[in-house]
């Protein structure tokens, strides 16, 4: 079992930053990890992932934006937001997977966080 604690939401303007962390319980090494956000009325989708290898990948919408990255020796997973949009608004989610290479369904995702909201205005 991994326990999953998200931090770092909060309000901001648009234009502005934002860093999420993601403290694991016990060590992922190996593992995927992955952000994603749910906005009211929407569906849960995929901002950005880092495979067991490190290699990362990013939603369309955020590249260019956003950087996820891990601290193995912390056991933590960062997401840094720049340039924030109130389309970003949203609850974001940590989640780890126990395989090397991340799932293609959000949902075969083993762990996930409660969550941490972040709300962008204009």
């Known amino acids: 079992q991994v326990q999953l604690v998200e931090s770092g939401g909060g309000s901001v303007q648009a234009g502005g930053s934002l860093r999420l962390s993601c403290a694991a319980s016990r060590d992922t090494a190996g593992y995927c990890m992955g952000w994603f956000r749910q906005a009211p009325g929407k569906e849960r989708e995929r901002v950005a992932t880092i495979n067991g290898g490190g290699s990362t990948g990013y939603a369309d919408s955020v590249k260019g934006r956003v950087t996820i990255s891990k601290d193995s020796a912390k056991n933590t997973l960062y997401l840094q937001m720049n340039s924030l949009d109130p389309e970003d608004s949203a609850m974001y989610y940590c989640?780890?997977?126990?395989?090397?290479?991340?799932?293609?369904?959000?949902?075969?995702?083993?762990?996930w966080g409660q969550g941490t909201q972040v709300t962008v205005s204009s």
């Open positions: 989640a780890a997977d126990s395989g090397w290479y991340c799932p293609l369904s959000i949902a075969a995702f083993d762990y």
